[in-house]
């Protein structure tokens, strides 16, 4: 049992932080800059959860801060709550507003996320996925043993859940409170913040979708920003966009 809970707390971490800091604030906001490497190994943690493919994954998500809680939002919990959970998956292709070669013109000539994105086919690009997040747990599997296999597996799918749970949790404004006053239905729940190493900031997101650091109240723990820092004071990280009090946000470069 403790090897189980280990190797689960671990890679349920690892790959949180990989869906939070590599597909969200790195490729879907371009929050912070990195080298590549660096990039890729947050992303690939991220893809090993199951999350699908990168370019699909950011087109989606800045479409929905195009169209926040409107009759274009990918998943606005506003037309029924399990469509904005997993309904929204079931499709094989991207709506005419949703262009990847417009809207993620910084991701599609990339080799490793066209790979991944298989000709813009949800279907195939979530079964490539889901080949590769297998074939990791057998490796897993052959290496260290079936209790850290299954380990990794579920704390994967543990993870898978927490963007799409929070798509419906943090657009429910009587679950949350807001630090800023928007049109949309984002909320901040601590809850979903400490499941998603400080994702459940939600409203702070809205506000600010451009910065690295969603946290923006003292008592508001941002796991992934303070990684994002450390990584910025070591040197793998060379710009960070921040929200400052002015309600500004600002590049740090030194």
Not at 121 to 134: C, D, K, Q, Y
Request: glycine share 8%; proline share 4%; aromatic share 14%.
């Amino acid at each position: 049992m403790t090897e189980f809970l280990t190797v689960f707390l671990i890679s349920y971490v690892l790959h949180a932080l990989g869906v939070t800091i590599g597909y969200h604030r790195l490729l879907s906001h371009r929050s912070f800059s990195c080298p590549r490497i660096v990039e890729y190994f947050w992303v690939m943690l991220g893809y090993l959860a199951f999350e699908g493919s990168p370019i699909w994954w950011a087109t989606i998500h800045r479409a929905h801060h195009r169209h926040v809680d409107t009759s274009l939002d990918p998943h606005s919990p506003k037309f029924g709550y399990y469509n904005a959970h997993v309904g929204w998956l079931a499709g094989d292709g991207y709506a005419s507003h949703i262009d990847p070669a417009i809207q993620s013109k910084d991701l599609i000539n990339d080799p490793l996320y066209s790979v991944l994105e298989q000709g813009g086919s949800w279907r195939r690009a979530h079964i490539t996925a889901f080949i590769i997040g297998v074939v990791f747990r057998l490796f897993v599997l052959v290496v260290f043993g079936w209790v850290a296999a299954i380990a990794s597996l579920l704390a994967a799918v543990a993870v898978l859940q927490i963007p799409l749970l929070l798509n419906v949790i943090c657009h429910f404004p009587r679950l949350g409170y807001k630090n800023y006053a928007r049109d949309d239905d984002s909320v901040n729940v601590w809850w979903v913040a400490v499941l998603a190493m400080g994702e459940g900031w939600h409203n702070n997101h809205h506000a600010f979708p451009g910065s690295a650091k969603t946290g923006m109240q003292p008592w508001e723990f941002d796991l992934s920003w303070q990684i994002i820092k450390l990584m910025k004071k070591v040197g793998m990280a060379s710009r960070l966009n921040v929200a400052v009090p002015n309600n500004t946000i600002v590049s740090v470069t030194d």
